[in-house]
């Protein structure tokens, strides 16, 4: 079992930067795939970046060379570090934790981007 809880959301002006937080408790959490995915309103979850146990990580299009992701797996944590925000990006960010030992997600924390 794994429970995931996400900081480090809020309101920023576009252009601006947060940096978002998954802490983990649980024993699976440093061989699992962990990753963020968002969801603004009226639109489906979607994928935004995840990175493996090794430190292989993928992004979507979209936020390729704004956005890194980063995990320490000895603190069992994970981060999402956004820059050159744009209000598109305004949306509940979730982190998720997935693997052969179970799927994880936290509660999601809301960013807001304005223009």
């Known amino acids: 079992q794994v429970t995931l809880v996400e900081s480090g959301g809020g309101l920023v002006q576009a252009g601006g930067s947060l940096r978002l937080s998954c802490a983990a408790s649980g024993s699976f959490f440093s061989i699992n795939v962990v990753g963020w995915y968002r969801q603004a309103p009226e639109k489906q979850r979607e994928f935004v970046a995840s990175?493996?146990?090794?430190?292989?990580?993928n992004y979507v299009d979209s936020v390729k060379g704004r956005f890194t992701i980063s995990r320490d797996n000895a603190k069992n944590t994970a981060t999402l570090q956004m820059s050159t925000l744009k209000p598109e990006d305004t949306a509940v960010y979730y982190c998720?934790?997935?693997?052969?030992?179970?799927?994880?997600w936290g509660q999601g924390t809301q960013v807001t981007v304005s223009s």
């Open positions: 998720r934790n997935w693997g052969i030992w179970g799927d994880y």
């Open positions: 990175i493996t146990s090794g430190g292989i990580t």
